[in-house]
Nanobody, 128 residues
Framework: QVQLVESGGGSVQTGGSLRLSCAASGGTFSSYIMGWFRQAAGKDREFVAAISTSGARTGFTDAVKGRFTISRDNAKNTVYLRMNTLKPEDTAVYYC?????????????????????WGQGTQVTVGS
């Protein structure tokens, strides 16, 4: 069973930065497509970013393009989400997820139902 544990959330001011980490255990991390999703209070969970198994391909929702980057370190079984120029509308619980399918498809990577494993989430709060 794969376990995913997010860390790095917190409270920052508008314009600030955070780096989220997601550590995986119990599976073959390097074979999973990894994604980040977020859920704001009272809203549905939404796609944020995803990365292919090698890290060569990435995808982002339009709202974070140019501000967020996603990366992974397969030797450390960890995926990262670097968030710059944070805005109040980025406030949410951020979840990482793993897709056992290792064939990269950006449209698929945006779908919650594609992911087999989920972390518990980490809160990000951006103050105005």
């Amino acid at each position: 069973q794969v376990q995913l544990v997010e860390s790095g959330g917190g409270s920052v001011q508008t314009g600030g930065s955070l780096r989220l980490s997601c550590a995986a255990s119990g599976g073959t991390f390097s074979s999973y497509i990894m994604g980040w999703f977020r859920q704001a209070a009272g809203k549905d969970r939404e796609f944020v970013a995803a990365i292919s198994t090698s890290g060569a391909r990435t995808g982002f929702t339009d709202a974070v393009k140019g501000r967020f980057t996603i990366s992974r370190d397969n030797a450390k079984n960890t995926v990262y989400l670097r968030m710059n120029t944070l805005k109040p509308e980025d406030t949410a619980v951020y979840y990482c997820a793993a897709d056992r399918n290792n064939y990269w498809s950006e449209p698929r990577s945006r779908q919650e139902r594609a992911y087999d494993y989920w972390g518990q989430g980490t809160q990000v709060t951006v103050g105005s």
